[in-house]
């Protein structure tokens, strides 16, 4: 059972190049999530989905876009990678609209230098 | 606005011992839901249990309990009987929606079980 898988688990990118951060669940939950965490803190919300083809800002979505052409993809695209943008990447899922747990991938290390 | 304090850096407990990480959070939603996660150095974030603002009884998951003093604005994790494998960093996290969806973090406490 995958759950919810991310890749790659790791990046290094040059300032200014852009890079697609893939997440896939094979658990069909309805709602998605992409969250960072920078070091020593704690995650915050960057871009989610209620489901395919909806999508919304959260509360860091300056630098990113998103996109949810099927239930099971939600992939954060950084299109001029910068400093500020090194971080954890987390992606999450659940089911639907009343679901108490959130199931995380692995995370995507990324080193903007 | 939501927001979640954590003011543990770091907690230090022996093995077969109980330990409570603090978690006092700010909402003006009269629902929502509170939650704990565990990362351990390998960085998955692990889901431990959840309180719902509107639940009379205090969350329990094996050796996970939540002590959630509405008046207070707390919802502490307290483990109980620890094992070297809790070391780790364990957020404090909250919904304004009650459930999984939107989540708020604290900076995190890291715990690290001693023999």
């Known amino acids: 059972n995958a759950g919810v898988t991310q890749t790659p688990k790791f990046r290094i990118l040059k300032i200014g190049q852009s890079m697609t951060l893939q997440c896939t669940q094979d658990?069909?939950?309805?709602?998605m999530y992409w969250y960072r965490q920078d070091p020593g803190m704690g995650l915050k919300l960057i871009y989610y989905?209620?489901?395919?083809?909806?999508?919304d800002k959260g509360e860091v979505p300056n630098g990113y876009n998103v996109s949810r052409s099927t239930t099971e993809d939600f992939p954060l695209r950084l299109e001029l990678a910068a400093p500020s943008q090194t971080s954890v990447y987390f992606c999450a899922s659940s089911k639907q609209r009343d679901s108490t747990e959130a199931f995380f991938g692995q995370g995507t290390r990324l080193t903007v230098v | 606005a939501q927001k979640i304090t954590q003011t543990q850096p770091g907690m230090f407990v022996q093995e077969k011992e109980a330990v409570t990480l603090d978690c006092t959070y700010d909402?003006?939603?009269?629902?929502?839901?509170l939650f704990w996660y565990k990362q351990p150095s390998s960085g998955e974030m692990i889901f431990l249990i959840y309180q719902g603002s509107y639940d009379q009884q205090n969350a329990t998951e094996g050796r996970y309990s939540l002590n959630f003093q509405k008046a207070r604005k707390s919802a502490n994790l307290v483990i109980s009987a620890s094992q070297l494998g809790d070391s780790a960093m364990y957020f404090c996290a909250m919904s304004n929606t009650g459930t999984a969806s939107k989540l708020t973090f604290g900076t995190g406490t890291r715990l690290q079980v001693t023999l």
């Open positions: 989905s209620v489901g395919a083809g909806i999508t």
């Open positions: 658990m069909n939950h309805n709602y």
């Open positions: 909402t003006s939603d009269p629902s929502y839901g």
